[in-house]
Structure formats: C-alpha cells, structure tokens
C-alpha cells in the first residue's frame, strides 16, 4: 500500500520534473543551457528571435549598426530562405546567428526524426546563405526534451535560453517594450526580443524595431553594456 502511494509520488515528481525541463527554458534537466551571462560586471546581451522579417529585421540591424552593438539572431530557417538578403546582411555586420529550427515547431512533443529533420535543415540553410555555419540554438518557445539536447550536440551547438522576455510579439506598445526592458534590467541579462514571427513571415515587429533605440539608451544610462553572446559559447 505505502509502496504503491510512494511509486505513484515518484511518478508524479518524475512527471513533473521532466514538464519543468520541457517547459522552462534554461531548465538544465536535458542538458547545459545558457540563460545568463555572468552576474558581476555590467554585460547584458541582446538576442532576437524568429526572423528574418521584412518588416523589422533591416531596421534593427541598422540601429544596431549605428550604435555599435552586437546582438544575436535566432532565425528560423524557413525565413532565411524567404529572405536571403536580411540573412547575410545581418551576419556580415558580425551578429551572432543561431538555429532556431526550419519550422519553429514545438520541439517537446517531437520524437528524434522530427527534431533532427528541423535542427539540421535548418542549419544547412543558415549555413547555404550565410556562409557560416550556426554555433548556437534556442529551441521554439525554450520547449525541449533529451531527443533536443542529442541533435543539438550532435551540431555541436551551445544551447541558449535567456534571462527574461518581455512579450514584445504581443505589440503592447513600443513605449511599453522599452519600459518592461528596464525595469527588468540586471547585470549578465540575455534579452530576448522578436524581429521576427516564428509562424507568420509577414509578422509585424516594428514595436520590437522602434523600441530599440529607447531600450539601448536606457541601458547605457544605468552603466550597462552589450556584449557579443559569443563570448557565452565555450
Ligand atoms: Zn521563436
């Protein structure tokens, strides 16, 4: 009786423990994930997801530019290859790229053919466009399972997740992306933004585009600094 209450616990609390792997992004319960960079000193590290998009990745990427800060782009290989040219301009500026699927599928219910098919597709198309193979990934939604972490290693990726979001795909407002951005602010952060939509390909993001100004000057203003997120791969 007391056998059978404390197997159906443990199953319980392996249940849960492997819902909290699939569903937290920097859950290291399938393997190494990076969610931060290091607490001391005033690095932050800006990252953005889902593009390339016609209508906010070339304007990011120009803001950048102007004031000379690395970033990284997750991008979703089927957007790549739509946009070729928004692809390779942003990786000839120096940006980080990383894989972040062919489809953005919800890796944590995929089996091992699925999750192989769309990491490596989609690292043959950053690779075909860029000309640089992809070092790092971030699963769709930060949704893993131990099939993910294989495929990711077999690439020999760096898994990234991140400090924080500010859920700037559901367009509250620039003003409002750029005000969430601050007040969550704190040292060796790893921002996650959209220039992109991981389903929609003409998804708008200019509030992403239009916030990043307001949200760089803010950072500096409390003494921070952007960092390449390449220093974070081992
Ligand atoms: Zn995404």
């Not at 972490?149 to 992306?177: C, M, N, Q």
């Not at 100004?213 to 003494?223: E, K, M, N, S």
Request: charge should be positive.
């Amino acid at each position: 009786m007391t056998g059978a209450i404390l197997g159906a616990s443990l199953g319980g609390l392996a249940v849960g423990t492997l819902a909290l792997g699939a569903y937290h992004p920097n859950c290291r319960l399938f393997g190494p994930v990076i969610g931060r960079g290091p607490r001391r000193g005033r690095a932050l590290y800006l990252t953005f997801d889902d593009g390339p998009n016609a209508t906010a990745t070339e304007r990011i990427a120009e803001m950048l530019e102007l004031h000379r800060v690395p970033a990284a782009f997750f991008m979703v290989g089927a957007h790549v290859e739509r946009h070729p040219d928004l692809s390779r301009a942003v990786a000839r500026a120096g940006h980080e790229i990383g894989n972040h699927t062919q489809h953005h599928l919800k890796l944590h219910v995929s089996g091992p053919a699925t999750i192989s098919r769309e990491l490596e597709e989609s690292h043959a198309a950053l690779l075909a466009v860029t000309g640089r193979a992809p070092r790092s990934f971030r699963a769709p939604h930060g949704l893993r399972n131990p099939f993910v972490t294989f495929a990711a290693h077999r690439l020999g990726y760096t898994v990234f997740g991140w400090t924080f979001g500010v859920f700037d795909s559901a367009r509250p407002g620039s003003d409002e992306i750029r005000r969430r951005v601050r007040a969550r602010l704190r040292p060796g952060a790893v921002i996650l933004l959209h220039d992109g939509d991981g389903y929609d390909p003409s998804g708008d993001r200019r509030q992403t585009a239009e916030a990043l100004p307001g949200i760089i000057r803010d950072a500096r203003d409390a003494g921070y600094e952007f960092r390449p997120l390449g220093e974070l791969i081992a």
